[in-house]
């Protein structure tokens, strides 16, 4: 398929397309000497385009548009028709043909709709000095036992993308698929999102279409020294894959993002050996239990996190052979997460002392608030509406103010729970769904407020980070309470 041309959310020639549709409808409202010169053309080009659709990937947006140019057809051509083969022309009083036309032109209209609503998704260009790499690591942990399933043989085991500074790459190499190694695993991860989510799956499809703006084992940039780690958790049944636009601009800047998949978590695992792992974490409808069941699932991610730092120190001391050995600097290391991932990100920063910050993207904080948090944090968060479950303020504000180092809460006006996450790039711009921001705006917003703290705690760079982060939304500052 052609380029798609960000705005209109269309290709080239879904626009011709949509064009020859229109003008097959609008034909039988022209004069009778223009009309059949507009039906021929029309046609000529809505056939060619639909054929080239179909041979490249048709979209399913698309289906009603050309639905509306079949039911248009026969009236559109029937005069030229008859005038060829000699019968007498008539035209249905327009009284009747309205129907017929706003109908047809109505199945055209919701197609271009649902191509501007559910788009292929279009990645902001990072603005870092860096070019970004991606690859793929999976890491068993032997000392840990899965506890999702019951084989007392079975280890827990994770998958880990990084995004990292990269040389820059020759013009025409191929840029990664978003949500997978390949366009199969990254359609089976976008089906598992949509039953995840409720929504039918058909409406996700053009997600696995999609390109990053990060190159599959691109080599590390040569330039920058060691570079500061982001570790990341997504949202319940999110993916690694959940936030690349953040993980791509804080890669172009110099950091290595590493986002782990949680299996049984996850919407989708796929694995190295070619298996899927689906969710199995299932809400239980009682408020209580499900407060509990939360937090032990935060407890399982909080571990995974500890797990992959301390495999990424292996990294770091490796022998040589890994291009990354040397260039990981684990002692500047910030946990992040969104949503449930925020709450597995503060309870790892809690746990272990080689954690350096922590960021939470709209995350209820599950489990224990003690010990104090004693490093510095960031949670972002969304719009606080009547709608806003009422014990997350006072849970994320009781987390801060126990606080011993100076922690910042950001509420960004306009934003949704996804606005934190790639959603609002490929789901319609519904402000309760994500936000009110726009496509683009959205992670501007974010990845803006998370450097200059990233920044600031784990490269020193001096910034007022108040003056930064009141520039995005309201601001509170918990200061160190050194009390306890």
């Given at each position: 398929?052609?380029?798609?041309?960000t705005g209109?959310?269309?290709?080239?020639?879904?626009?011709?397309a949509?064009?020859?549709?229109?003008?097959?409808?609008?034909?039988?409202?022209?004069p009778p000497?223009a009309?059949?010169?507009?039906t021929?053309?029309?046609?000529a080009?809505?056939?060619?385009?639909?054929?080239?659709?179909t041979?490249t990937?048709?979209?399913?947006?698309?289906?009603?548009?050309?639905?509306?140019?079949v039911?248009?057809?026969?009236f559109a051509?029937?005069?030229s028709?008859?005038?060829?083969?000699?019968?007498?022309?008539r035209?249905t009083?327009w009284?009747?043909?309205?129907?017929?036309s706003?109908?047809?032109?109505?199945?055209?209209?919701?197609g271009?709709?649902?191509a501007?609503?559910f788009?292929?998704?279009?990645?902001?260009?990072?603005?870092?000095a860096?070019?970004?790499?991606?690859?793929?690591?999976?890491?068993?942990?032997?000392l840990r036992?899965?506890?999702?399933t019951a084989d007392?043989?079975?280890?827990?085991t994770?998958?880990?993308?990084?995004?990292?500074?990269?040389?820059k790459?020759?013009?025409?190499?191929p840029?990664?698929?978003?949500?997978?190694?390949?366009e199969?695993?990254?359609?089976?991860?976008?089906?598992?999102?949509?039953?995840?989510?409720?929504?039918?799956?058909?409406?996700?499809?053009d997600?696995?279409?999609?390109r990053?703006r990060?190159?599959?084992g691109a080599?590390?940039a040569?330039?920058?020294?060691?570079?500061p780690?982001?570790l990341?958790?997504?949202?319940?049944?999110?993916?690694r894959?959940q936030?690349?636009?953040?993980?791509?601009?804080?890669?172009?800047?110099g950091?290595?993002?590493?986002a782990?998949d949680?299996?049984?978590?996850?919407?989708?695992?796929?694995?190295?050996?070619?298996?899927t792992i689906?969710?199995e974490t299932?809400?239980?409808g009682d408020?209580?239990?499900d407060?509990?069941?939360?937090?032990?699932?935060t407890?399982?991610?909080?571990?995974?996190?500890i797990?992959?730092?301390?495999?990424?120190?292996?990294?770091?001391?490796?022998?040589g052979?890994?291009p990354l050995?040397g260039?990981?600097?684990?002692?500047?290391?910030a946990?992040?997460?969104h949503?449930?991932?925020?709450?597995?990100?503060?309870q790892?920063?809690?746990q272990d002392?080689?954690?350096?910050?922590?960021?939470?993207?709209d995350g209820?904080?599950?489990g224990?608030v003690?010990?104090?948090l004693?490093?510095?944090?960031l949670?972002?968060t969304?719009?606080?509406?009547?709608d806003t479950d009422?014990?997350?303020?006072p849970r994320?504000?009781?987390v801060?103010?126990?606080?011993m180092?100076?922690s910042?809460r950001?509420?960004?006006?306009?934003?949704?729970h996804l606005?934190?996450?790639?959603g609002p790039?490929?789901?319609p711009?519904?402000p309760?769904?994500?936000?009110?921001l726009?496509?683009?705006?959205?992670?501007?917003?974010?990845t803006?407020?998370?450097?200059?703290?990233l920044?600031?705690?784990l490269?020193g760079?001096?910034?007022d980070?108040s003056?930064?982060?009141e520039?995005?939304?309201?601001?509170?500052?918990?200061?160190?309470?050194?009390?306890?």
């Amino acid at each position: 398929m052609t380029e798609i041309i960000t705005g209109l959310d269309l290709s080239l020639l879904e626009i011709l397309a949509l064009l020859g549709a229109v003008a097959l409808v609008m034909a039988r409202w022209l004069p009778p000497a223009a009309r059949s010169r507009a039906t021929t053309a029309a046609g000529a080009v809505l056939l060619a385009s639909a054929i080239t659709l179909t041979a490249t990937g048709i979209r399913w947006q698309m289906l009603p548009v050309l639905a509306g140019a079949v039911l248009a057809a026969p009236f559109a051509f029937s005069s030229s028709l008859r005038r060829r083969t000699g019968r007498p022309v008539r035209r249905t009083r327009w009284w009747l043909a309205l129907p017929g036309s706003m109908a047809c032109a109505g199945l055209i209209t919701a197609g271009a709709v649902a191509a501007w609503a559910f788009p292929v998704p279009v990645f902001p260009v990072p603005s870092g000095a860096f070019a970004v790499g991606t690859r793929m690591l999976q890491w068993t942990d032997s000392l840990r036992p899965e506890t999702f399933t019951a084989d007392p043989l079975d280890r827990r085991t994770v998958v880990v993308q990084l995004w990292y500074p990269a040389q820059k790459s020759p013009t025409n190499t191929p840029q990664a698929p978003y949500l997978g190694r390949t366009e199969d695993e990254a359609r089976t991860v976008s089906e598992a999102l949509a039953r995840a989510t409720g929504l039918p799956g058909f409406l996700l499809d053009d997600i696995p279409r999609a390109r990053t703006r990060s190159v599959f084992g691109a080599p590390v940039a040569r330039e920058g020294g060691r570079f500061p780690i982001v570790l990341f958790s997504p949202g319940s049944s999110g993916v690694r894959t959940q936030n690349t636009a953040w993980a791509e601009e804080l890669a172009s800047h110099g950091y290595v993002v590493a986002a782990l998949d949680h299996p049984y978590d996850s919407a989708a695992v796929v694995l190295a050996d070619g298996r899927t792992i689906t969710t199995e974490t299932v809400s239980s409808g009682d408020r209580e239990r499900d407060e509990e069941l939360a937090a032990g699932w935060t407890a399982v991610r909080a571990a995974d996190l500890i797990s992959v730092l301390t495999r990424l120190a292996d990294l770091d001391r490796a022998d040589g052979a890994d291009p990354l050995t040397g260039r990981l600097d684990t002692g500047r290391v910030a946990a992040a997460g969104h949503s449930l991932g925020g709450a597995a990100a503060l309870q790892a920063v809690r746990q272990d002392r080689r954690f350096t910050a922590v960021i939470d993207l709209d995350g209820y904080p599950h489990g224990p608030v003690s010990p104090a948090l004693d490093r510095p944090a960031l949670a972002l968060t969304q719009a606080i509406t009547p709608d806003t479950d009422p014990r997350y303020l006072p849970r994320l504000t009781e987390v801060l103010e126990r606080s011993m180092a100076t922690s910042y809460r950001l509420t960004i006006p306009g934003a949704a729970h996804l606005t934190f996450t790639d959603g609002p790039l490929y789901l319609p711009p519904v402000p309760s769904i994500v936000g009110s921001l726009g496509r683009t705006e959205s992670s501007r917003v974010v990845t803006a407020a998370t450097l200059a703290f990233l920044n600031t705690v784990l490269r020193g760079v001096s910034t007022d980070l108040s003056s930064v982060f009141e520039a995005y939304g309201d601001l509170n500052i918990h200061h160190p309470n050194t009390t306890r």
